[in-house]
């Protein structure tokens, strides 16, 4: 069974330095009243793991405004000028993982894989310092797993095992960020009884998930 | 028609009847307008759609319903919804038959940068090197210029790459121009831009053929 908690006891487990991914895409799909508790508890020193920087007031954007990210795995900042400020002004370690890339990564680290092998940044500047491995004449970059300390993700509804259902596009990272987590915390818009979701439709199965936070503010139905 | 309404055009001749296409922000999006009767093509969000239907009217907007700009959109009969890691197996494994990006340069050996100035502007590449990699086709659709009219299309591109070698096709508000082992030929001009202006607009070696078609007429 998953553990229902509150927002302010999932930002509770999370701690300074540690490996933080967060679902969403463009704070759509984005665990945002965890992310809340986190600016207001100012955990800081984080490391971030996301597909992208959201915007200053949605989704992890916020976190990068509240100065508690001291460096991120990230495949887009476009739509977020404080990021690029802050990563400018030396405060914040960018590493800029193709999008491709960052979700296998963080799939490889959940499904016990060291690595994986992908075509994608041969001959970029995604190459340099990698070990290139040439398989029936194919160049392919070694990329390594991304570790993951504690993951919050946003789905729809969970059941008190924590199985999951998402909602049209908002979907996205989750349920890979889920498989990453040592600790899985979940905010849903809705928690029901086990039994009730039809297991053909769970996207993300319950054994990834640890805890559930009932989301209060629910955009969807 | 503008300059962008004949570029979108000209991409949406490209696809054929049952192609999957993901089509990059901005200047690509365009083509969705001049898809040809009788031309059916499903457009894949790389945020984890396929199906991607027009712009929902004001007022039903989704708000878990965007493509991968931020933008909201709706879905088509027949769509599907993924993860990311199944969004890019799509693109990577080779199974979509376009991609459609906007760039910053590309040169005469097909390859594209379109994700980063140095020390100007870094936006990250987001999916765009998994696009370039893995679609079978990839059109780049852009102004033949940049603002300044400095040419884009070059001899050697001089910031960082999306991916090498690459680039299928280019179209422009001035040409169609095909990359081939031979180097860039010239198809097309647009309507009323003679063959001397492109070559002039353009830093790369031109082939020029013998028969140069028109578009945007």
């Known amino acids: 069974m998953a553990q229902m908690i509150s927002a302010a ?5 999370i701690k300074p330095g540690t490996r933080l991914a967060i679902g969403g895409f463009l704070a759509v799909g984005a665990p945002e009243g965890i992310i809340d508790a986190i600016v207001e508890r100012k955990i800081a020193d984080l490391h971030m793991i996301v597909i992208a920087s959201d915007w200053e007031n949605r989704g992890v954007g916020k976190l990068v405004v509240a100065n508690l990210i001291k460096s991120a795995q990230v495949s887009h900042l476009g739509t977020n000028k404080e990021i690029q400020a802050q990563m400018n002004a030396g405060k914040i370690d960018i590493e800029l993982v193709p999008q491709g ?3 296998e990564r963080v799939r490889a680290a959940g499904a016990g894989l060291g690595g994986i092998l992908t075509p994608t940044g041969v001959g970029t500047v ?9 398989l029936n004449g194919k160049d392919y970059i070694l990329e390594h797993a991304i570790e993951v ?3 919050i993700v946003k789905a729809w509804k969970a059941d008190k095992m924590g199985n999951l259902i998402f909602r049209k596009t908002a979907r996205n990272s989750n349920p890979i960020m889920a498989m990453a987590g040592k600790i899985t915390i979940a905010e849903v818009d809705e928690i029901v009884e086990v039994g009730e979701l039809d297991p053909e439709m769970i996207a993300c199965p319950g054994v990834f998930v640890n805890y559930l936070v009932k989301s209060t503010e629910v955009a969807n139905g | 028609m503008d300059k962008r309404q004949m570029i979108g055009c000209r991409i949406a001749r490209e696809f054929k009847d049952g192609d999957y296409v993901n089509l ?7 083509a969705v307008d001049y898809i040809p009767e009788g031309i059916h093509v499903v457009f894949q969000s790389e945020n984890g759609m396929l199906g991607v239907g027009p712009s929902p009217a004001e007022g039903t907007e989704d708000p878990d319903m965007i493509n991968a700009g931020g933008g909201f959109i709706t879905a088509l009969k027949g769509a599907s919804f993924f993860d990311s890691a199944l969004s890019f197996a799509i693109i990577r494994g080779g199974h979509i038959d376009a991609t459609v990006l906007g760039a910053l340069q590309v040169d005469q050996q097909g390859n594209l940068a379109n994700w980063m100035i140095p020390g100007k502007m870094v936006p990250g590449m987001g999916g765009a090197m998994d696009l370039v990699t893995g679609a079978r086709k990839v059109i780049v659709a852009m102004e033949h210029c940049d603002k300044h009219g400095n040419p884009k299309i070059l001899k050697e591109c001089n910031l960082p790459l999306t991916a090498k070698g690459k680039v299928s096709l280019i179209i422009t508000d001035m040409a169609v121009i095909e990359v081939t082992v031979s180097g860039l030929v010239l198809c097309e001009v647009a309507a009323g831009t003679s063959v001397e202006e492109v070559l002039k607009a353009t830093e790369a070696e031109l082939i020029v053929p013998e028969q140069v078609g028109t578009f945007g007429m």
């Open chain 1, 9 to 13: 006891d999932a930002a509770a487990m």
């Open chain 1, 101 to 103: 890339t960052l979700m």
């Open chain 1, 126 to 134: 995604v190459e340099e310092g990698k070990q290139i491995i040439n």
């Open chain 1, 149 to 151: 300390d504690v993951a």
């Open chain 2, 24 to 30: 990059g922000i901005g200047l690509p999006t365009m």
